[in-house]
């Protein structure tokens, strides 16, 4: 039996059981219904992050002063958002599969804004009450608005469920009846928040969030700066992304620290005319663990346009084309999808362990040297990193991690095309 016949057989029972799952549909198609904004959001991503030495200060003599820094605004209504993005869509689309009233749709983006700490600390050290940061509304939060937006609308489907509402005469039009049928369990789920916030109020976290972020931040503290924890952070960074969490922030709050001193200290001994001899730094990661995007989807890429006959994944993949290039993925995480599909998860944990095994090995031979230090930007293309940090031989090793992760891709991506070949052919003659 082939690998991919293999994998059809034990992982799509698994990927039907998922979309059979109204909770997790509903929240796949939330995130689907994000791809818009993660394109356009891309585009002003990488106008302002874009890998040329001399670039932003070109652009400030050719636009003006500030000009550059304006184009955050698109940043900010697209990535900035995300969290509450998805918290509309993914409560509307429970509202309508369970049948709840509309107000019921409006009452998680209350509750997560309830959750928030409703503060904000100037860089004075002031604090403005009645305020919100935009980092509380994007994919950092994810994981309180996903809880927030479940229990809310569980709650209420299940108070509804057993006649805990007020039920209005016939001779009232249905829309404002079934509005008034979700009073009391509006009050209630209401009520219930406002007891969680004040219990977490009297904790040294404060808020939820903090909660969350703590717990899932707190074990990377022990990781330390060797190959295994580099194989750990990985796995988990892809987890999270996995679950719709911005892995990447979450994990390199804390391993970043660490990788960039080990990155100063390479820059130091080469400037020295010395060998640099940290082998885990941030340009290890950044060169040859992330080409096309966290999980090196770049080689995802690759792998639909060599063998994907299905009309969905030809456009996602000439959509997401241009982003990947410069490392930015989040159209294909979301577009694939990656969140929530089982099928994909595998090679998305698989790549970066598989091709960090590699490069350490490799670089712990002396078969390639380690990193330099020197910083590039993070939207540097393959082979362009590979060459300013490490020279030919960085080159060299970006095209044998490039082959590895096609390979690894390739079998799913045959299944997961096999799979929605079959449901536009459904679709079509439906």
């Known amino acids: 039996m082939s690998i991919t016949s293999l994998l059809e057989q034990k992982m799509l029972p698994l990927a039907e059981k998922i979309s059979s799952n109204i909770y997790l549909t509903a929240l796949k198609n939330a995130f689907i219904a994000l791809i818009p904004f993660l ?3 891309s585009f002003f991503l990488l106008l302002t992050n874009f890998p040329i030495s001399g670039y932003n200060e070109f652009m400030t003599s050719l636009l003006g002063k500030g000009t550059l820094d304006k184009l955050n605004y698109g940043i900010n209504a697209s990535y900035g958002l995300m969290t509450l993005l998805v918290i509309i869509t993914f409560s509307k689309e429970l509202v309508e599969k369970l049948n709840l009233s509309q107000s019921t749709a409006i009452l998680p983006i209350a509750i997560f804004f309830l959750m928030l700490p409703g503060s904000v600390t100037t860089e004075s050290g002031n604090i403005v009450s009645g305020a919100y940061a935009l980092l509380d509304f994007s994919s950092e939060s994810m994981f309180l608005g996903i809880i927030v937006t ?3 609308i569980k709650m209420v489907e299940f108070l509804e469920n057993r006649a805990f509402t007020i039920k209005m005469p016939d001779s009232v039009p249905p829309e404002i009846a079934k509005s008034f049928k979700s009073l009391v369990p509006i009050l209630v789920v209401l009520l219930f928040w406002i007891i969680i916030k004040v219990l977490f109020e009297s904790t040294h976290f404060g808020t939820p969030g903090k909660f969350i972020s703590v717990m899932l931040q707190e074990p990377l503290l022990y990781l330390g700066n060797s190959i295994f924890s580099q194989l750990i952070a990985e796995m988990m960074i892809s987890l999270f992304w996995f679950f719709g969490i911005h892995g990447d922030s979450i994990v390199t709050s804390v391993m970043g620290p660490i990788w960039q001193t080990l990155s100063a ?3 130091a001994q080469t400037q020295a005319g010395l060998a640099a001899t940290n082998i885990i730094t941030q340009q290890f990661r950044d060169v040859y663990l992330i080409a096309g995007g966290t999980g090196f989807t770049g080689a995802l890429l690759i792998s639909i346009f060599m063998v994907a006959k ?19 993925n989040e159209p294909i995480i979301f577009g694939l999808p990656i969140v929530l599909n089982p099928l994909m998860l595998i090679p ?3 790549t970066p362990i598989v091709l960090c095994t590699v490069t350490y090995v490799v670089i712990a031979l002396g078969w390639v040297p380690p990193t330099s230090g020197v910083s590039i930007p993070w939207t540097t293309p393959i082979f362009v990193s590979g060459f300013l940090t490490t020279g030919v031989s960085g080159v060299v ?3 044998v991690n490039l082959a590895i992760a096609t390979t690894i891709y390739l079998p799913f991506v045959k299944i997961l095309d096999k799979q929605y070949l079959h449901e536009e052919s459904q679709m079509a003659s439906a």
Do not use: D, E, M, W
């Open 310 to 328: 299905s009309t969905r994944l030809k456009q996602l993949s000439k959509l997401a084309a241009p982003a990947a290039v410069f490392n930015i």
């Open 265 to 267: 200290q390479n820059l």
């Open 150 to 152: 479940v229990i809310t």
């Open 39 to 41: 394109i356009v959001g």
């Open 397 to 399: 090793l970006q095209a």
């Open 348 to 350: 998305f944990i698989i």
